[in-house]
């Protein structure tokens, strides 16, 4: 067993978890019950963590969260150009304003 993933908010390690199923890749929560026991924010010896079985899959297991959750911030979270300091939407890819590309998206 190998620990790829903890978070103080449980529902993160589920979303984890979730983006590992769709790629196929069995994992486990543990340290669910002792969190949920505490309520609201867990002291950091009992954040819930997510572990896969198969050392083989830990490092793709990782990128595939750590892509996964830089993904669900960006799409969130407003971003300042580089080139003229507009904030622009999270939709957007590319500045309204001088059209200076947003290098830190995918
Ligand atoms: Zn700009």
């Not at 984890?16 to 994992?27: F, M, P, Q």
């Not at 309520?39 to 954040?47: E, K, N, V």
């Not at 997510?50 to 969130?76: F, N």
């Not at 300091?85 to 590309?101: A, L, M, R, S, V």
Request: hydrophobic share 40%; aromatic share 8%.
């Amino acid at each position: 067993m190998h620990k790829v993933y903890s978070s103080q908010d449980v529902t993160l390690v589920h979303f984890a978890r979730s983006v590992l199923e769709v790629n196929k890749i069995d994992s486990v929560i543990l340290r669910e019950q002792l969190s949920g026991a505490v309520g609201g924010l867990a002291p950091l010896d009992t954040w819930p963590e997510l572990w896969v079985h198969d050392a083989a899959e830990l490092e793709q297991a990782r990128q595939l969260i750590a892509s996964a959750m830089k993904k669900s911030d960006t799409l969130q979270t407003p971003w300042i150009c580089t080139g003229c300091g507009e904030k622009i939407e999270p939709q957007f890819t590319q500045c309204w304003q001088c059209e200076t590309e947003w290098e830190s998206r995918d």
